[in-house]
């Protein structure tokens, strides 16, 4: 196979390009099974430190952009990715083996992402804008003039996911926050599609050359996350991370940005099993469309997704017998998908295997097996509710197409199995409308799992919006009070600053008197434009 002579496999540090003479490894084309022509090179220690420094020099100056110099900005990133769509999608199906609509799609999503970010900064209003004005007259002592908003954090590490090449990584969701909010950042490629990261990251930096903002607003190293990563986080420059990935790679970085000398928040995407929970009701009126639903949504994206529903709780009955007895099949039949990575697929194989072994499991079906290299079977398993709830190892997540069926005596049985779980992404109630209004219990404690909870619907394909939450308690998210996904992304990235007594010239524009930006403030406890 040629090489693609536009590769050069090396990092961008600002504007310059990383040097040749450190690691160097190939993308690997899952499903072709062999490792594509082009070398990538690790950066230098030296490169991430100046990508970080660079950063840091950045940022009082994209802190002082206006939301409309943001918006700008974030729109012409917008249009050059549109623009390069078949070039990104030809080489990320190539590292991925992600179909090309799937691949079309994610990008039209990272497009998406850029305009909602620009159009929320434009607006302005997103900062929270707070005014209480002075009261000299107050007694015992006079009421001082505070004014609160938003403000950047300062440099951003965004590390890539393997799962998605476009909306989570160069350009997506994480760094398209952290340029909204003002930040700088410095990205760290996964090595699984190092081409694709390289595409992306000369859009960005062609678009902050075109818009005319400093050097040192973006950065990309290449090479692995134990060595350049780590080093970033670690950079006393450094003010926050954003991290899709693996349970264990995200309480990496967490620890270790705990215990710098200046400690900085980490906002990881982790893992999830995504319960969803199936009664009587919807069971006995529309099982059959809960099954079909349930293995579309589980071997979607051969279940590479960080929503896949891992878990499905339901009372044992005669019905719920057939129910599981429909599911098995339709697993069976599930076609064999290729996942992204071997390293993925093996841990994979390995994660079945295991779990298969589990006091009390039983293998309902696996789907058929050819002998590719990254190929994988969907895998539906069962198990008792007892027995889960005495198995810590069954409540993590399985990244692939498998799913446990928790069988329960009864709903009280089933409460304590949910009470059992840890966070999730989301959780999922299928219920009659008749069984509703006695389930406030289950649904009050589905709330209390997942930041998102959804009604006779499937958790997998995630909208991008405003009134989004995709975080959860912990281990779903490093920090469940916020999300990754959507416009209040944007928080993550920001911290709250008070102006106490300024002259009005001092402040900025969203806090000023005259309200210049004619943005909806809260002013006095009372919200007024
Ligand atoms: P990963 O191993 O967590 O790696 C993601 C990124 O983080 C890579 O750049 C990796 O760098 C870096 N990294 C990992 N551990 C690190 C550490 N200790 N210190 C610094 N950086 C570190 O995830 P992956 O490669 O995407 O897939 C591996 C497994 O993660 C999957 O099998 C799956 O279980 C899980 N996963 C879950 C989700 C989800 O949405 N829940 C998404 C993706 C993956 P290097 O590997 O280059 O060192």
Not at 243 to 266: K, N, Q, W
Not at 384 to 401: C, M, R
Not at 404 to 412: F, H, K, P, Y
Request: hydrophobic residues 45%; aromatic residues 6%.
């Amino acid at each position: 196979m040629s090489s693609d002579p536009s590769l050069t496999g090396l990092s961008f540090i600002g504007f310059t390009r990383g040097r040749v003479g450190g690691r160097t490894w190939r993308a690997f084309d899952p499903a072709a099974g062999s490792e594509l022509p082009e070398p990538f090179h690790t950066a230098h220690a030296d490169e991430v430190d100046r990508a970080a420094e660079l950063a840091a020099a950045a940022a009082p100056a994209l802190a002082a952009l206006s939301g409309k110099a943001k918006a700008a900005f974030l729109r012409a990133l917008a249009d050059r990715v549109a623009a390069a769509t078949p070039a990104l999608a030809a080489r990320a199906m190539r590292e991925t083996a992600l179909p090309e609509a799937r691949c079309q799609g994610e990008i039209g999503r990272t497009v998406g992402q850029l305009r909602l970010f620009a159009a929320l900064v434009e607006k302005g209003e997103w900062v929270d804008a707070r005014i209480e004005h002075a009261d000299p007259e107050r007694k015992p002592v006079p009421k001082p003039d505070h004014r609160s908003m938003c403000r950047p954090l300062g440099p951003v590490a965004v590390f890539c996911a393997s799962n998605f090449p476009f909306a989570y990584s160069v350009a997506g969701g994480d760094t398209a926050s952290a340029f909204a909010a003002g930040c700088p950042v410095v990205v760290v490629a996964h090595q699984a599609h190092p081409g694709t990261a390289e595409i992306m990251a000369g859009l960005v930096v062609s678009a902050v050359r075109e818009v005319g903002l400093p050097e040192g607003t973006f950065s990309m190293v290449q090479g692995d996350g134990r060595d350049v990563g780590q080093r970033l986080v670690k950079h006393p420059t450094l003010s926050a991370v954003g991290f899709t990935g693996s349970r264990a790679g995200g309480r990496a970085l967490m620890d270790l940005a705990a215990a710098r000398p200046l400690p900085i928040p980490v906002y990881a995407e982790m893992s999830s099993v995504n319960p969803v929970v199936l009664l009587e009701g919807a069971l006995a009126s529309r099982g059959e469309a809960v099954a079909s639903g349930m293995v579309g949504s589980c071997t979607l994206g051969v279940g590479q997704f960080c929503t896949q529903p891992g878990v499905l709780l339901l009372v044992r009955s005669a019905a719920a017998e057939a129910f599981i007895a429909k599911l098995a099949s339709l697993f069976a039949a599930a076609p064999e998908g290729v996942m992204l990575t071997p390293g993925i697929r093996r841990a994979y194989a390995a994660a079945v295997a295991a779990r298969s072994a589990r006091k009390g499991v039983r293998v309902l079906a696996t789907g058929p097996s050819s002998d590719r290299s990254c190929g994988a079977q969907a895998a539906l398993l069962q198990v008792s509710a007892s027995d889960f709830i005495a198995d810590g190892t069954l409540h993590e997540e399985v990244f692939g197409p498998c799913s446990l069926v928790v069988v329960c005596d009864n709903l009280a049985q089933l409460h304590r199995a949910l009470e059992s779980m840890e966070g999730s992404l989301t959780a999922t109630l299928h219920a009659s409308d008749a069984e509703l209004p006695q389930q406030q219990a289950l649904l009050a404690r589905l709330s209390e799992l997942a930041g998102r909870v959804i009604l006779n619907g499937f958790p997998t394909g995630v909208e991008v919006s405003h009134a989004i939450v995709h975080g959860g308690p912990y281990p779903s998210l490093s920090d469940g009070r916020t999300t990754s996904v959507g416009s209040n992304a944007i928080y993550r990235f920001t911290r709250l600053v008070c102006y106490q007594g300024f002259a009005d010239a001092a402040l900025p524009d969203e806090l000023k008197e005259s309200n210049p930006l004619g943005i909806a403030r809260l002013v006095d406890g009372v919200r007024r434009v």
